[in-house]
């Protein structure tokens, strides 16, 4: 009970950093976020939104990337790289979309995973930002912090789901996963956290593991939300 406490305790201050998190991918429909999330993978977000413009106003619906010419897609998407694997995936799904499924993205995570190029975590994604089924997207920030704040110990990304899930509420899952990601992008990096500077600190058994000076810390703080989260510590 006091994981569960303590837990919750950091989501609430979380919401107060981020009330506004979300997906980082830019999309319309299911298809396109399926599409931008599978471009995501080894590329960064603000990338794959910068190539995707184009390659939505072309192809528009499952059958144009199931009838899709494979080098013109290639180019669409090349700036995104790994851009061969990533174009036979998008080819493979869309194929797979109109003869499983009548062209449409189906709702669950049962039939997500068996899609090409779409694996828990991306169908995670999918279900909580297109269809509004609460889940909990594991990607390596998430990970990082659940570990790094004690709440498991588990490294499998499944595992971690999991656990996760059983200390906090599930309506909040796909939230978490944005406030997480954004906290982990902005404020709790890899090599250097801010942790001078953390609206987390007084819960985190893993203070100390970056700069404890208020002052250098809030020069690691990152991203467009810096001033607020500074304001919020007292900096």
């Known amino acids: 009970m006091g994981l569960v406490r303590r837990a919750r305790r950091m989501y609430r201050e979380m919401t107060i950093e981020f009330p506004d998190a979300h997906c980082e991918l830019d999309f319309t429909t299911p298809l396109e976020l399926a599409v931008a999330t599978i471009l995501s993978a080894q590329c960064t977000d603000t990338r794959v939104n910068q190539t995707t413009p184009a390659m939505f106003a072309k192809y528009r619906g499952a059958r144009d990337y199931a ?3 494979r080098a013109e897609l290639e180019e669409y998407i090349r700036p995104t790289g790994f851009y061969r694997n990533k174009a036979n995936s998008l080819i ?4 797979e979309l109109v003869e499983r499924f009548d062209g449409e993205l189906p709702g669950s995570l049962d039939q997500l995973v068996t899609l090409p190029g779409i694996g828990r975590k991306t169908a995670n994604v999918i279900l909580g930002d297109a269809f509004g089924v609460p889940g909990i997207t594991v990607d390596t920030h998430f990970s990082r912090l659940v570990r790094r ?4 110990t588990e490294s ?3 595992k971690i789901e ?4 059983e200390l906090i509420e599930r309506r909040d899952w796909t939230m978490l996963s944005h406030r997480v990601i954004f906290h982990g992008r902005r404020v709790c990096h890899s090599r250097k956290p801010a942790c001078g500077a953390c609206l987390l600190a007084n819960d985190c058994p893993s203070f100390g593991t970056g700069p404890t000076d208020p002052t250098e810390a809030a ?5 467009p939300e810096a001033d607020h989260l500074l304001e919020l510590v007292g900096l």
């Not at 704040?149 to 498991?152: A, E, N, P, S, V």
């Not at 999991?162 to 899930?165: K, L, P, T």
């Not at 020069?219 to 991203?223: M, Q």
């Open 162 to 165: 999991h656990a996760v899930g």
């Open 219 to 223: 020069k690691l703080v990152k991203g």
């Open 92 to 95: 493979r799904l869309g194929q």
């Open 156 to 158: 499998d990304p499944v």
């Open 67 to 69: 009838q899709a010419d």
């Open 149 to 152: 704040w004690g709440w498991t």
